[in-house]
Each structure stands twice: as C-alpha cells, then as structure tokens.
C-alpha cells in the first residue's frame, strides 16, 4: 500500500466543540494526513463510536490496523507512524520538556478552557476563565525572547496553544496591548496552513 493510500485509510471521531479534537484535527493537518472526519453529535454515532471505543470518548482515531483514543496516546501514534514533520524534538531533553508541558496543559490549562466555555454557574464561568488568563500572561516574558513556547521550532505544545488562543473570543476576552508577545504569537499560530486547514473543516460542520 502506497503511503499516500496508508494517509487516507483512517477516520478520526471527533465532537466539533471538543478542544482535545480540534488539535488532532491540527496535527493531522500540520503532517498533511488525509482523514475521514465523524462528528457523532451531528452523526449520530455515538453507538459506532462505543463499539470502537470502550470509553465512549472523542477523539478516537480508526485507522486500517487498530483503533487509538486518548488524545496524548493519538499525537504518539500520529509522530512516530508520520516523524514528517516533526512536531517533537529529535533530542531527548527537549522531547521530555515538551511532553511535560503538553502534560500540564492537558491536565491544568486545558480544563480551565472548557470550564470557562461550559460551565452553567457564572462564578466558576469567571474563575476559570481568570485562572486561564493568569496562566497565559505568565507565558509573556517566555514569547518576548523566542516565536514559539519552547524555542525556534513549532512543536505539539504549540498546537495545543492554538486551540486555547482560539477559543478565547468565545469568552469575550481581547488580550490587551501589553500582552503584545501573546498576540503575536497567536498571530503566527493562526498563519499557519494546519491551523487555517483545522478551522476550514470546524466551519463546513
């Protein structure tokens, strides 16, 4: 099987307000990987996704040989099946940091994203939404030095980034001018053709 039919033999389940789908929808499109997208609210499918996925949780990726879920354990498999480009390091240190991170962001930042954007009670609405905002001015004085979080080269913890960024309008948040790095970066975040790619697809839904 040529590569380009390996690409394309896959289907990603996803919930289109999910932030964790969206950065898969970025990665597939960042390593130029062709998959058929499910939406299972506006699908139906949510009895095909359980008989994929135990948990009954998206994202969940089905390509021709298995079937991967959790968001962390999809990008591994994404990286190591498709190194091209890379979105981790080729240097142990660095690889390490990067997953470090990408722990604290899926574990702290990320949650605080879809508190703020799905809580019913407008006070823990506003606490995670300060929280998020407190997290993300504290990333200032890193994106002043260098383009990206961890340095010159775009890497998984940028993808995740973007998802965050992106959804701030959706909590009427505008980032004010002494957080300039911040916007900047989420400026060169949202050039890019993955991101613009993601957001095409989220649009046709």
């Given amino acids: 099987m040529s ?5 394309s033999s896959m289907t990603l389940y996803v919930n289109s307000n999910d932030p964790f789908c969206h950065r898969v929808r970025m990665i597939l ?18 009895e095909e996704l359980y ?7 998206v994202p ?30 080729v240097f142990p240190l660095e690889r390490a940091q990067a997953r ?6 899926d574990t702290e930042w990320m949650p605080l994203l879809v ?23 504290s990333l200032i004085h890193t994106l002043n030095r260098q383009p990206y979080l961890l340095g010159e080269e775009f890497t998984i913890v940028d993808c995740s980034m973007a998802i965050i960024l992106y959804n701030l ?10 957080a300039m790095p911040l916007i900047k970066y989420a400026k060169r975040l949202f ?10 697809h989220e649009r046709r839904e």
């Fill in 191 to 200: 050039e890019r053709e993955s991101f613009r790619k993601s957001i095409r």
């Fill in 3 to 7: 590569a380009q039919n390996k690409r």
């Fill in 60 to 89: 969940t990726l089905m390509t021709k040989d298995l079937i991967v879920y959790e968001p962390s354990i999809i990008f591994e498999y994404l990286e190591e099946r498709f190194p091209y480009p890379p979105l981790l390091s």
């Fill in 115 to 137: 508190n703020a954007l799905n809580a019913d009670d407008e006070n823990i609405k506003q606490a995670n939404k300060i929280a998020l905002l407190k997290t993300l001015f």
């Fill in 29 to 46: 499109a960042e390593k130029d990987i062709n998959a058929d997208i499910i939406d299972v609210e506006k699908e139906n499918k949510l």
């Fill in 100 to 105: 470090m991170l990408c722990k604290k962001i």
């Fill in 169 to 178: 309008p959706k909590l009427d948040v505008r980032l004010p001018e002494k």
């Fill in 51 to 57: 008989e994929l996925n135990p948990y009954g949780g």
